[in-house]
C-alpha cells in the first residue's frame, strides 16, 4: 500500500472537510499517512504528489463543484495533465431530494479525472445528506474497506 494518502477537499459548509479530517485518522489507524488539502489554491500539479489521492467533495448549486474547487477543476480541464499514474477514491457528498444532480461535484470529478487516464480505485461513496446518516462515520466505514481493496489489487499486481 502507498505509505502516503492525499485528501483533496472541496466544500461549501465544511462538512467535506469534517469527513476528510476524520478519514486521515482512520487512516493512520491502517498504518497509512494521510495529508488534507482544500482545494482552494490547488493546481493539476498536485497530482505529481506520490501515493494515493482520495477526492472528497460536495456538490453545489446545479451541480456544480463547490466554490472553493471551481478554479482548481476549471485547471484540470484546461491542462489536461496526464493523470495515467494516479490511483484514487471517491466521496461525493449530496443530497438525494435533488434527483437530477445528486452528488454531481463528486462525479464530475470523476468523469474529468477518468478521462485524462486516471484509475479510480473502488466503488465511490455517495453520501445522501437527506439519509440521517453521520457522513465521517459512513465515511470512516467506507474508507476502511477502500484501502483493503487497494491493499488487495496491490498483492495481486
Known amino acids: 500500500m502507498a505509505r502516503a494518502l492525499t485528501i483533496l477537499v472541496g466544500t461549501m459548509t465544511g462538512t467535506a472537510e469534517l469527513v476528510a479530517d476524520e478519514i486521515k485518522d482512520a487512516a493512520a489507524g491502517e498504518g497509512i499517512e494521510a495529508e488534507v488539502l482544500a482545494m482552494d489554491k490547488l493546481t493539476p500539479g498536485v497530482f505529481e504528489r506520490e501515493g494515493l489521492f482520495l477526492l472528497c467533495t460536495s456538490t453545489y448549486g446545479q451541480g456544480d463543484v ?62 445522501d445528506a437527506s439519509a440521517g446518516t453521520i457522513p465521517e462515520e459512513v465515511a470512516v466505514d467506507w474508507v476502511r474497506d477502500w484501502i483493503a481493496e487497494f491493499r488487495l489489487k496491490q498483492k495481486a499486481a
Open 66 to 127: 463547490p466554490d472553493n474547487a471551481r478554479d482548481f477543476f476549471a485547471a484540470i480541464e484546461a491542462q489536461k495533465p496526464d493523470l495515467s499514474a494516479v490511483r484514487y477514491g471517491l466521496i461525493a457528498l449530496g443530497d438525494r431530494t435533488y434527483a437530477q444532480t445528486y452528488c454531481f461535484g463528486g462525479k464530475r470529478f470523476d468523469e474529468l479525472l477518468t478521462g485524462l487516464g486516471a484509475a479510480r480505485v473502488g466503488e465511490p461513496l455517495l453520501h
